[in-house]
């Protein structure tokens, strides 16, 4: 086995990506989720999205939620914007980590946000000119990077073309979205060899879906490969309303089990997570997928020696 690393940053993304696929909550339990999640050792998590109200009804209230979450210190906040007026609302909610998403599907980016893939990036372009005036980072997301619902395979040369403009337009950093669940360790090696042949600089976060239960398996190959942030969901919430037929994403207590007992950190206190994973099925009133939930005695909460 490949070198292995002392750590591994986890982005939470429950708050933002898990809630907009499910029913919508009340802004007290968005509250009382975020809270929680701060409160866990997380170090990065992605709090809101700036969207139209008749878009994403369950990010309605996202000015409402920021406002009064409790902003933890060590704990790095992200919001997701999808055009110049979602990105002028985060900044004037403070944010300075911004995430911008295009889809390497035409079909499925025009699905999501009714225009091509290259009009995208066209408008992201712009998008970065913006944010960087203001002093704030980008993250370019590249959903279907591993598959679309309704194209098929997507080639890793077209993902990396669009790692290349983004890149070149300024992007800070780079994420590639298992949107469908379609990823396997064959099409993650293949994606990474694809962009680090012409990109190897550029930061890279992986975010995985368990629709076909190849996560974790996904997980330890970008591992391997030398990859050290990934996306997690507590309790596995979330999914994709424009993948007809996607799960959950990879749980957060799933992944932090996993790695903790390989012996890479995380920061991330096991036990804790589980109970806001608790807490999030309260909230929403209904049993999550992830597997750590329900399976006996929590063991191993904190890394063992390397």
């Given amino acids: 086995m490949a070198d292995l690393p002392d750590f591994v940053s986890i982005r939470e993304v429950g708050p933002r990506d898990g809630l907009q696929n499910e029913d919508p909550i009340p802004a007290d339990a968005k509250v009382r989720l975020l809270d929680a999640l701060s409160a866990t050792g997380v170090r990065r998590i992605e709090a809101v999205s700036f969207v139209h109200p008749l878009a994403i009804p369950q990010m309605a209230d996202a000015d409402d939620v920021w406002q009064r979450a409790v902003k933890a210190d060590g704990v790095r906040y992200s919001a997701l914007v999808p055009n110049t007026r979602g990105a002028q609302r985060a900044l004037a909610a403070g944010f300075t980590e911004i995430e911008v998403v295009v889809s390497a599907s035409d079909t499925h980016n025009r699905r999501n946000v009714n225009r091509s893939t290259d009009e995208s990036l066209d408008d992201i372009a712009e998008l970065i000119d913006l944010l960087h005036g203001a002093s704030a980072r980008v993250e370019v997301i590249v959903a279907t990077s591993f598959g679309c619902p309704y194209e098929g395979d997507i080639d890793p040369k077209r993902v990396a073309g669009i790692v290349d403009r983004v890149v070149r337009d300024g992007a800070d950093r780079v994420a590639f979205g298992d949107t469908t669940g379609m990823g396997t360790p064959r099409r993650v090696r293949e994606l990474l060899t694809a962009v680090r042949d012409r990109n190897a600089h550029v930061p890279v976060l992986l975010h995985f879906h368990n629709t076909r239960g190849t996560a974790l398996a996904n997980l330890l190959t970008a591992l391997e490969l030398g990859v050290t942030e990934f996306d997690a969901s507590v309790g596995g919430l979330g ?68």
């Fill in 239 to 306: 999914g994709c309303p424009y993948a007809p037929g996607a799960s959950g994403n990879l749980a957060t207590e799933e992944a932090v089990h996993m790695l903790h007992d390989m012996g890479i950190d995380t920061g991330i206190d096991l036990a804790a997570l589980i109970e806001v994973a608790e807490l999030a099925e309260e909230l929403l009133g209904k049993k999550l997928p992830s597997g750590v939930l329900r399976a006996g005695p929590r063991t191993r909460l904190t890394p063992m020696p390397s």
